[in-house]
T-cell receptor, first 115, second 114 residues
Framework: AQSVTQLGSHVSVSEGALVLLRCNYSSSVPPYLFWYVQYPNQGLQLLLKYTSAATLVKGINGFEAEFKKSETSFHLTKPSAHMSDAAEYFCAVRSEGAGSYQLTFGKGTKLSVIP | DVKVTQSSRYLVKRTGEKVFLECVQDMDHENMFWYRQDPGLGLRLIYFSYDVKMKEKGDIPEGYSVSREKKERFSLILESASTNQTSMYLC?????????????FGPGTRLTVT
């Protein structure tokens, strides 16, 4: 079975400060990992994905995430927060060979950006 | 550009009504999914389909059914709507084969049952 834990349901940062959103996963086989962003009253949009090609993954809007197998983590970062980054962020995992295309999602982290 | 569309952004229905939520994707994806999203609970999978006329239950199928008569269209049906089905409903699709196969989401339907 696979699972995703996102630490902190709500994170606040000042504009221009570092954004760090934490994600830990469990998977019995090498995983595919994803970060999605959801703006108010919208669907989920893919930010970035880990596919084992590189441990540091760059996504849209200046976000990046680093896969650390030893820590089973895939934390999302952005060097300098912008007001437009205020949204909810979801981490998700899919295990190759599990016979399923389902994603397992974390419960989400709502990011607030303080001017 | 990939696109998943949902028939309504906002919907208000009365208790006991039959409700249809429609989802259409234009990416020729084999897989389609229906989720509901509630504050603090994240996304929960209701049903998914990996082919026309095929369906599998997700984590919370009770009170819901689905229909997939064409590859591009996946419908979620609430046979008799209840107030505890007030929620945001999200449709998604993905391809198959080797690789990550991320899911592409529609804009969501916010359903209120009164």
């Amino acid at each position: 079975a696979q699972s995703v834990t996102q630490l902190g349901s709500h994170v606040s940062v000042s504009e221009g400060a570092l954004v760090l959103l934490r994600c830990n996963y469990s998977s019995s086989v090498p995983p595919y990992l994803f970060w999605y962003v959801q703006y108010p009253n919208q669907g989920l949009q893919l930010l970035l994905k880990y596919t084992s090609a590189a441990t540091l993954v760059k996504g849209i809007n200046g976000f990046e995430a680093e896969f650390k197998k030893s820590e089973t983590s895939f934390h999302l970062t952005k060097p300098s927060a912008h007001m437009s980054d205020a949204a909810e962020y979801f981490c998700a995992v899919r295990s190759e060979g599990a016979g399923s295309y389902q994603l397992t999602f974390g419960k989400g982290t709502k990011l607030s950006v303080i001017p | 550009d990939v696109k998943v569309t949902q028939s309504s952004r906002y919907l208000v229905k009365r208790t006991g009504e039959k409700v249809f939520l429609e989802c259409v994707q234009d990416m020729d994806h084999e897989n389609m999914f229906w989720y509901r999203q509630d504050p603090g609970l994240g996304l929960r999978l209701i049903y998914f389909s990996y082919d026309v006329k095929m369906k599998e239950k997700g984590d919370i199928p009770e009170g819901y059914s689905v229909s997939r008569e064409k590859k591009e269209r996946f419908s979620l049906i609430l046979e008799s709507a209840s107030t505890n089905q007030t929620s945001m409903y999200l449709c998604a699709s993905s391809s198959i084969g080797t690789g990550p196969h991320e899911q592409y989401f529609g804009p969501g339907t916010r359903l209120t049952v009164t």
